[in-house]
């Protein structure tokens, strides 16, 4: 990782707010997240690092946002990928489409409590609601791959894991939280959706890596970047690894090379001086989102967790890729 992370000043706040709003939700019950699992995970945690110079009132929405997806993704799998549950999975999607079409929709389960009370509190745009439908696509998408046993080839899974991460969500969220105000036509240029791509394609592959054992090694899903590669190249688990880690790393410098290209393409555009402002800050807050999340991902306990986990404080960061992390 070649940019460092920082910290926001409000981490303990966003805990506390965020932890209370998933118990509101019924996101607490045991299915899929017990309090003490969410704990290890320090879910809470994320945004004050991904989104670290953004004031206390958005980080709390950005954070109910990007947990509710971290809770999307785990009640997904453990209702229906890991069962097979195909019919349940399309039911299950088209509530959480129609809730997203209509707040008014009465929710019933925490997934769709999250969503309704995000869509109500949220000024969401045609991009942000085709956004969160590609999502929801994507994960039925993974749900008939592994019914049907399929390992999806290796570029329509990168392709894929795109939507379901949702990476121009968290790009746009990342944009909006640092004011960056940017033409729509320079948004579309190529290079700019090649840096988008790159930025969601770094934390999707390698989160593949870290949760191979506890996902795809149970047999809870036959969409794994390191199985495509595996069956793709006919070689060894680790071999398939190594291969993955290694599109993470260029994936990385394709990102730096993307940046380095950015004050020609502002010329290109004729940016004014408060455009060209915006575009810096975006560039910085897309860094420090991959920088904070490597770091989050690192101390998490959502891959490793055990039943009394001691959840290490990002306020002492240690250990190797930590020495430049910046407390704010």
Same mark, same amino acid.
């Given at each position: 990782?070649?940019?460092?992370?920082?910290?926001?000043?409000?981490?303990?706040?966003?805990?506390?707010?965020?932890?209370?709003?998933?118990?509101?939700?019924?996101?607490?019950?045991?299915?899929?997240?017990?309090?003490?699992?969410?704990?290890?995970?320090?879910?809470?945690?994320?945004?004050?690092?991904?989104?670290?110079?953004?004031?206390?009132?958005?980080?709390?929405?950005?954070?109910?946002?990007?947990?509710?997806?971290?809770?999307?993704?785990?009640?997904?799998?453990?209702? @229906?990928?890991?069962?097979?549950?195909?019919?349940?999975?399309?039911?299950?999607?088209?509530?959480?489409?129609?809730?997203?079409?209509?707040?008014?929709?009465?929710?019933?389960?925490?997934?769709?409590?999250?969503?309704?009370?995000?869509?109500?509190?949220?000024?969401?745009?045609?991009?942000?609601?085709?956004?969160?439908?590609?999502?929801?696509?994507?994960?039925?998408?993974?749900?008939?791959?592994?019914?049907?046993?399929?390992?999806?080839?290796?570029?329509?899974?990168?392709?894929?894991?795109?939507?379901?991460?949702?990476?121009?969500?968290?790009?746009?969220?990342?944009?909006?939280?640092?004011?960056?105000?940017?033409?729509?036509?320079?948004?579309?240029?190529?290079?700019?959706?090649?840096?988008?791509?790159?930025?969601?394609?770094?934390?999707?592959?390698?989160?593949?890596?870290?949760?191979?054992?506890?996902?795809?090694?149970?047999?809870?899903?036959?969409?794994?970047?390191?199985?495509?590669?595996?069956?793709?190249?006919?070689?060894?688990?680790?071999?398939?690894?190594?291969?993955?880690?290694?599109?993470?790393?260029?994936?990385?410098?394709?990102?730096?090379?993307?940046?380095?290209?950015?004050?020609?393409?502002?010329?290109?555009?004729?940016?004014?001086?408060?455009?060209?402002?915006?575009?810096?800050?975006?560039?910085?807050?897309?860094?420090?989102?991959?920088?904070?999340?490597?770091?989050?991902?690192?101390?998490?306990?959502? @891959?490793?967790?055990?039943?009394?986990?001691?959840?290490?404080? @990002?306020?002492?960061?240690?250990?190797?890729?930590?020495?430049?992390?910046?407390?704010?």
């Amino acid at each position: 990782m070649p940019f460092a992370a920082r910290l926001s000043p409000h981490v303990d706040r966003v805990r506390q707010h965020t932890r209370t709003w998933v118990r509101d939700m019924g996101m607490l019950n045991g299915l899929p997240w017990t309090e003490a699992f969410y704990d290890a995970a320090d879910y809470g945690g994320f945004a004050p690092l991904t989104h670290p110079t953004a004031s206390l009132d958005d980080l709390k929405h950005i954070s109910d946002w990007h947990t509710w997806g971290f809770y999307l993704h785990d009640a997904f799998r453990e209702g @229906f990928l890991r069962p097979r549950n195909v019919a349940g999975g399309k039911e299950f999607i088209a509530r959480l489409k129609a809730i997203l079409a209509d707040s008014s929709v009465p929710p019933m389960i925490p997934a769709e409590k999250g969503l309704s009370n995000l869509v109500s509190r949220s000024t969401l745009d045609d991009e942000d609601r085709a956004g969160v439908t590609d999502l929801l696509d994507g994960l039925l998408w993974e749900l008939h791959n592994t019914a049907q046993g399929r390992v999806p080839d290796p570029i329509d899974l990168v392709e894929m894991r795109r939507k379901t991460n949702a990476a121009d969500l968290s790009a746009k969220l990342a944009r909006a939280s640092v004011g960056a105000d940017l033409p729509a036509e320079l948004l579309r240029n190529s290079t700019m959706r090649a840096l988008v791509d790159s930025f969601g394609d770094v934390p999707g592959l390698r989160q593949e890596i870290l949760g191979f054992d506890a996902v795809y090694g149970t047999g809870a899903s036959t969409t794994s970047a390191v199985l495509a590669v595996q069956q793709f190249f006919e070689c060894e688990a680790q071999q398939a690894v190594d291969v993955v880690g290694d599109l993470v790393a260029a994936r990385l410098r394709q990102i730096g090379a993307i940046i380095a290209e950015l004050p020609s393409i502002a010329d290109e555009y004729a940016l004014d001086e408060a455009a060209r402002a915006g575009l810096h800050r975006y560039v910085e807050a897309l860094k420090s989102w991959l920088a904070g999340e490597l770091l989050w991902t690192q101390r998490s306990g959502r @891959f490793s967790f055990s039943p009394t986990p001691a959840r290490r404080s @990002f306020h002492a960061p240690s250990g190797l890729g930590t020495a430049a992390v910046l407390v704010r």
